[in-house]
């Protein structure tokens, strides 16, 4: 069995096009690949809390001289760390929101993003991610077009996510867009996006 790993981080459970179009790549690749396992994490459903003062303090303090609080906020890490770990596939759904992305997948990869356990500092300004051999699959959706300058100066979503998983190792990650959604053009980005999922998953 191959574990794949899917992260749905849309708020919108009315027909939220990441939704759809993420459950179309799972469906897709588990056809196409009979071995795989799937498993679902909805952080418009389930969501992982913001970091607050116990969560830092408990990140930044030793095993053993930890407030329960501050215990507790590492164990979710940890939890959430090893259910990626498990996992040889992520699928990842998310819309666009301000420019960057819903603060329930911020919030998400805020847990996994941890020093000496997801990524180790190698020198100045220098690190290494620890989390290996994983293939990412993004399903991005946004309002507008960001695919050309110069809208897509102010594309923060697909350039941060990279840059995120990047740091804790996970660097095989292909976006697929459906841009354009608040434009006339949405149904061409829409059949476009299904075509490379097609392509990619089947
Ligand atoms: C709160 C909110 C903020 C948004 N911010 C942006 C944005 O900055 N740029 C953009 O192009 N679209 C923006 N959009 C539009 C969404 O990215 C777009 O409708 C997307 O398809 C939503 O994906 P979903 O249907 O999977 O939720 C925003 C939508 C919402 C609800």
């Known amino acids: 069995m191959s574990k794949l790993l899917h992260i749905q981080s849309s708020p919108n459970l009315d027909g939220s096009i990441t939704r759809t179009l993420s459950d179309e790549f799972v469906a897709t690749w ?15 459903r389930d969501p992982v809390p913001h970091w607050g003062p116990d969560a830092i303090r408990g990140f930044m303090t ?17 939890k959430l760390i090893q259910q ?5 596939i ?3 759904g998310c819309p666009m ?18 020093a000496g356990r997801t990524f180790k500092f190698t020198g100045q300004g220098q690190y290494k991610g620890l989390i290996w051999n994983k ?15 110069p809208a897509s100066a102010a594309d923060f979503q697909e350039p941060l996510l990279r840059a995120n998983l990047g740091l804790i190792g996970i660097t095989d990650v292909t976006f697929i867009r459906a841009e354009g959604q608040r ?19 089947g």
């Open 30 to 44: 588990a056809a196409s690949h009979p071995e795989t396992e799937v498993e679902t994490l909805d952080l418009a």
């Open 62 to 78: 030793v095993e053993g001289q930890r407030t329960p609080a501050g215990q507790a906020a590492v164990d979710l890490s940890e």
């Open 84 to 88: 990626v770990e498990a996992a040889k």
């Open 90 to 92: 992520l699928v990842i």
């Open 97 to 114: 929101y301000n420019m960057s992305m819903p603060t329930q997948l911020k919030s998400w990869i805020d847990h996994l993003t941890r």
């Open 135 to 149: 293939k990412a699959f993004v399903i991005l959706s946004r309002g507008g077009d960001y695919s050309a300058p």
């Open 183 to 201: 434009l006339q053009e949405a149904p061409t980005y829409i059949e476009k996006a299904r075509e490379t999922i097609a392509w990619i998953a």
